[in-house]
């Protein structure tokens, strides 16, 4: 039951979510938070565009979905089994340590600041 409960919450954490980004306009809203770090250097962080991403992709618009944030884009399928694996980690106790070893947490961090460069360098 504890398990059940838990699915439900995300699920309508998820939607909640969804149906936010859906109806606001991010670019367009005042009362939607800015990148910080965007504002003070003016350059792009690795989640710019997030925002915008994730209503184009609510809007069934991938093109601009994937000109706001294309490594986000590419990664959404990826949460599916990682949740799935959140919520179960005492099941699969030996899959869920493989997957928050260092050797991923490093690989991840790599892959994150060279998107982080590649978009100031190469997309700005």
């Known amino acids: 039951m504890k398990r ?3 699915y439900i919450l995300v699920g309508v954490a998820v939607a909640a979510v969804c149906a936010v980004y859906f109806a606001v306009d991010p670019a367009a809203s005042r009362f939607v938070p800015k990148c910080l770090f965007h504002q003070l250097t003016g350059w792009q962080c690795p ?3 997030s ?3 994730l209503h ?3 809007h ?3 093109a601009a979905a994937w000109h706001h ?3 986000l884009l590419l990664l959404l399928p990826l949460l599916a089994p990682l949740l799935w694996l ?3 980690r005492t099941r699969h106790p030996r899959l869920y340590m493989r997957v928050h070893s260092v050797s991923v947490a490093l690989t991840a961090v790599s892959l994150l600041v060279a998107w ?3 978009r100031n360098i190469f997309l700005s």
């Open 116 to 118: 982080w460069i590649f």
């Open 51 to 53: 925002q915008r991403m």
């Open 60 to 62: 069934g618009d991938i």
């Open 56 to 58: 184009a992709l609510l």
């Open 69 to 71: 944030n294309a490594v």
């Open 47 to 49: 989640g710019c565009g």
């Open 4 to 6: 059940r409960n838990a």
């Open 86 to 88: 959140e919520l179960n």
